[in-house]
């Protein structure tokens, strides 16, 4: 099993959001026991979108970590805010985006909102293999 952190820092930054999506890819490419593409283009889904509301929401900083699990592939994203992801609407008319976090919750087996191991919190998603 494997597991791999990635530090993406500022929100502003186009490079910092591309990369974790292509450090997920180079994770998954080196898994032992490779996810269907399906299953792959999933976790970089995911990946991309918990990354860019950490930026965005969560003060924008956040550390990636993907950890290989027998039944399933953890994405945990820590950020320094301590709001939660909500629920709620989403803006069909505007940029207040909305679709997210519900998206996220239809993708993953499971999500958990838990406190930070230095403040702030840690948003999981659990990714069937």
């Known amino acids: 099993m494997g597991t791999m952190s990635v530090n993406v820092t500022s929100a502003r930054s186009t490079a910092c959001v591309a990369g974790a999506p292509e450090s997920t890819r180079v994770f998954l490419d080196g898994l032992v026991h490779p996810l269907a593409a399906e299953a792959a283009d999933t976790a970089v889904l995911v990946v991309s979108e918990l990354v860019t ?3 965005r929401h969560g003060g924008g900083i956040c550390t990636l970590n993907l950890t290989e699990r027998p039944d399933s592939i953890e994405v945990a994203v820590d950020d ?18 909305g679709f997210g976090w519900p998206m996220v919750n239809r993708l993953a087996r499971a999500t958990t909102v838990t406190p930070g191991p230095s403040g702030g919190k840690t948003v999981t998603a659990f990714l069937a293999r």
């Open 53 to 55: 509301n950490a930026l």
């Open 80 to 97: 320094p805010s301590l709001q939660s992801p909500r629920m709620r609407g989403p803006d069909l008319d505007g940029a207040a985006g």
